[in-house]
């Protein structure tokens, strides 16, 4: 029922790009992105609906495939700034309660 | 930033004390919810409240119950505490009427050790 995130972990340069993606097992409504830095909070950084919608934060951009139950997080020209362990969140109602069930996470390292 | 403190922040004890962890809020928002986080686990829903008095289990809940008396305050109590609760617990909170629709601002966390 956890969705699952791939890769685990990817390790970067400053400037290249990585995509990030997370995959559930039943029909969703909603996919969420966050992001943690070590030993702070999840940051929110965009959400996706149903309806094949594309986003876009800065350089950091997502897709959402109903069909496929899946979405991916692509991060552009990697800054220094997006190390952290990348979440996504799902929703399979998108109503009362916004219940989301989280991946185990990805992390990013971007080294200069 | 959302308005939102978790109390206390740090909090050692022993296998069979009971635990309180308090989250509060100020941005008078609907849904809250508390989280904990493991290594390899990632952040897993315990319990959330979708307003005052109105709370239900998330995936992870046995051991902890739930009260929200205002639309502030959400606690979480280990009746109990055992080892296997230690963790980092973070609350959350939401709005459905918000124009960013649904998404769940985090609070600093509170990490916990059971000795």
């Known amino acids: 029922q956890q969705p699952v995130q791939s890769p685990q972990a990817v390790i970067l340069r400053e400037g290249e790009d990585a995509v990030i993606n997370c995959s559930s097992s039943k029909a969703l409504y909603s996919v969420h992105w966050y992001r943690q830095k070590h030993g702070e909070a999840p940051v929110f950084l965009m959400i996706l609906l149903k309806g094949g919608e594309q986003k876009g934060h800065e350089k950091i951009s997502a897709s959402f495939n109903e069909k496929k139950q899946q979405s991916s997080l692509y991060l552009t020209a990697s800054q220094l700034s997006y190390s952290g362990t990348y979440f996504c969140?799902?929703?399979?109602?998108?109503?009362?309660?916004?219940?989301?069930?989280f991946g185990t996470g990805t992390l990013l390292a971007v080294q200069p | 930033d959302a308005g939102i403190t978790q109390s206390p922040r740090h909090k050692v004890t022993e296998t069979g004390t009971p635990v309180t962890l308090r989250c509060h809020q100020t941005e008078n928002h609907r849904y809250m919810y508390w989280y904990r986080q493991d290594p390899g686990h990632g952040l897993r829903l315990i319990h959330y409240s979708y307003g005052v008095k109105d709370t239900d289990k998330g995936e992870v809940s046995d051991g902890y119950s739930v009260s929200r008396s205002k639309t502030e305050d959400f606690l979480l109590t280990l009746e109990s505490a055992t080892s296997s609760q230690t963790s980092v617990y973070f609350c959350a909170i939401s709005d459905q009427h918000r124009a960013k629709r649904y998404e769940q601002y985090f609070g600093p966390g509170t990490r916990l050790t059971v000795t």
């Open positions: 969140g799902t929703g399979d109602y998108g109503g009362a309660t916004n219940k989301l069930i």
